[in-house]
């Protein structure tokens, strides 16, 4: 059973950082990344990181968030800085496996205070 858990969302003033962590189990996947949805929006794309360090990012953050992973142990992360009330949103997690076959998380809210 495929597992996406995600973790390391909260409250944070515009300016500030954080950090987002997803652990991944029960598949070896291609791809990892992160999606977002703000409230009356649209799901959009993050960013997402192949399993051989590829790297694409949505222009709205480019220069301010870093997707990183960690194969060995499943994991991708999103460093977050530079937080503007614009990034508030849930964020999803979500992982590709060699088929094509995507499994997303629960999502972890991310709110900036202005």
């Known amino acids: 059973q495929v597992q996406v858990v995600e973790s390391g969302g909260g409250l944070v003033q515009a300016g500030g950082s954080l950090r987002l962590s997803c652990v991944v189990s029960?598949?070896?996947?291609?791809?990892m990344g992160w999606d977002r949805q703000a409230p009356g929006k649209q799901r959009e794309f993050v960013a997402r990181i192949t399993r051989g360090g590829r790297i694409n990012y949505a222009d709205s953050v480019k220069g301010r968030f870093t997707v990183s992973r960690d194969n060995a142990e499943n994991t991708v992360y999103l460093q977050m800085m530079s937080l503007k009330p614009e990034d508030t949103a849930v964020y999803y997690c979500y992982c590709r496996d060699w088929q094509g076959n995507d499994y997303w998380g629960q999502g972890t809210q991310v709110t900036v205070s202005s």
């Open positions: 029960g598949i070896i996947n291609n791809v």
